[in-house]
T-cell receptor, first 117, second 112 residues
Framework: NAGVMQNPRHLVRRRGQEARLRCSPV?????VYWYRQLPEEGLKFMVY????????ESGMPKERFSAEFPKEGPSILRIQQVVRGDSAAYFC???????????????FGPGTRLTVL | AQSVAQPEDQVNVAEGNPLTVKCTYS??????LFWYVQYPNRGLQFLLK??????LVKGSYGFEAEFNKSQTSFHLKKPSALVSDSALYFC??????????FGPGTRLSVLP
């Protein structure tokens, strides 16, 4: 059973370019979460998606950032017109649907380390 | 609103000694509680969780945690620390039907 896959593992972009981060959840998981982590800091929640729906995007910056989780294919976190402050590790996690409000744990991917020059 | 506190940024312990990493939480209902570990340049790994039932939960790598409802705590413990346990530890809480909330993390250093 493959775990959560993220690619690329490392991404370098120049200011103003676009960054696209991909996340393939554990097979059968329909819930996907994106987090950002700065060096030596905790996780900052960005967005929670289920297939074709954004459930909670309260942690997502209002501009330049978007996320999707289509019916087919991986979840995508897209950052337009990147700035140096976007440099961070971006982690994706997935969980099984389970019972409503259930306590299924998240499984994390290895992360994508974005560096903006 | 849900919240999680990890009052210690750093915990140092000698190898072979017991370790405790503290976590307190706040939720409106009955909590689901989790511990994760993060090694350098890696994603988070699930250690254990409390959903319901026995207050003492056993998890991976010899770790355990005790749910204390009256103190709203879920401290992570291990009877005998290993140098390889040195890592960043995150506590998380999830209220029924709500999203996960992670604590700020505690860096554990086990000294040989």
């Amino acid at each position: 059973n493959a775990g959560v896959m993220q690619n690329p593992r490392h991404l370098v972009r120049r200011r103003g370019q676009e960054a696209r981060l991909r996340c393939s959840p554990v097979k059968g998981h329909s819930h996907v979460y994106w987090y950002r982590q700065l060096p030596e800091e905790g996780l900052k929640f960005m967005v929670y998606l289920q297939k074709e729906n954004i459930i909670d995007e309260s942690g997502m910056p209002k501009e330049r950032f978007s996320a999707e989780f289509p019916k087919e294919g991986p979840s995508i976190l897209r950052i337009q017109q990147v700035v140096r402050g976007d440099s961070a590790a971006y982690f994706c996690a997935s969980s099984a649907p389970g019972l409503a409000g259930g306590g299924n744990e998240q499984f994390f991917g290895p992360g994508t380390r974005l560096t903006v020059l | 609103a849900q919240s999680v506190a990890q009052p210690e940024d750093q915990v140092n312990v000698a190898e072979g000694n017991p370790l405790t990493v503290k976590c307190t939480y706040s939720v409106s209902g009955n909590p689901y509680l989790f511990w994760y570990v993060q090694y350098p340049n890696r994603g988070l790994q699930f250690l254990l969780k409390y959903i319901t039932g026995d207050n003492l939960v056993k998890g991976s790598y010899g770790f355990e945690a005790e749910f204390n409802k009256s103190q709203t705590s879920f401290h992570l413990k291990k009877p005998s620390a290993l140098v390889s346990d040195s890592a960043l530890y995150f506590c998380a809480v999830k209220d029924y039907g709500q999203n996960f909330v992670f604590g700020p993390g505690t860096r554990l250093s086990v000294l040989p």
